[in-house]
Structure formats: C-alpha cells, structure tokens
Nanobody, 116 residues
Framework: QVQLVESGGGLVQAGGSLRLSCVAS????????MGWYRQAPGKQRELVAV???????GYADSVKGRFTISRDNAKKTVYLQMNSLKPEDTADYYC??????????WGKGTLVTVSS
C-alpha cells in the first residue's frame, strides 16, 4: 500500500520561510508526477506546484517566484521550499503522487499558518 507522509508545516510570520517534505513509501510502479496542493478554510483545493519525471515544473501564479518544488527520486521525496510567505498562503498543504500506471495517491496534509 502506498503512503505519502508530509512534514514541515507550522506557524511562521509573514515574510518567513518553510520547507515542506513528502515521503512516499510502498510499492509504486514508477513516479510520474509529484505535486503540492493546498486547501484554505472554506475554499477548494488548488494546485500549488508540480514536478514531472523529466524535472519540468509548474507553479500557480500566486506562488511563482516565492515557492520552489524539487524532488529526490532515490528517496521518493518531494519538497516545497516556501519563501516570502503571506497570510494568504495559510492552508492545509497536501502532497500528491501520480504513478507510472496512472494511480493517484494523496497524503493527509500538513498545516501551514502564516501570521501577519
């Protein structure tokens, strides 16, 4: 069974930084895409950043220039470096993995709170 475990969330002041990590475990038939999503209270879950097996990345406009996604394939880990955090970045952050055979897996989330 595939599991994704996020870590690194917490409380930070506006302008600060956090680094989220997501470790995948279990039998995975290749890792195609890994990404980070977030969901603020009362809002829909939205894509934050994604990284493909090729290394190509994509970002939501709201985080471009502030957040950086990276991955370590050997460790089955994806990271999200978040700089210049804003109160509107406050949300539960979720890791998602799409395997080579098209299965989608989600972590349980880690809370990021940015105070003004």
């Amino acid at each position: 069974q595939v599991q994704l475990v996020e870590s690194g969330g917490g409380l930070v002041q506006a302008g600060g930084s956090l680094r989220l990590s997501c470790v995948a475990s279990g039998t995975i038939f290749g890792i195609n895409v890994m990404g980070w999503y977030r969901q603020a209270p009362g809002k829909q879950r939205e894509l934050v950043a994604v990284i493909f097996s090729s290394g190509s990345t994509g970002y939501a406009d709201s985080v471009k220039g502030r957040f950086t996604i990276s991955r370590d394939n050997a460790k089955k880990t994806v990271y999200l470096q978040m700089n210049s955090l804003k109160p509107e970045d406050t949300a539960d952050y979720y890791c998602k993995l799409v395997s080579g055979n098209g299965m989608n897996y989600w972590g349980k989330g880690t809370l990021v709170t940015v105070s003004s």
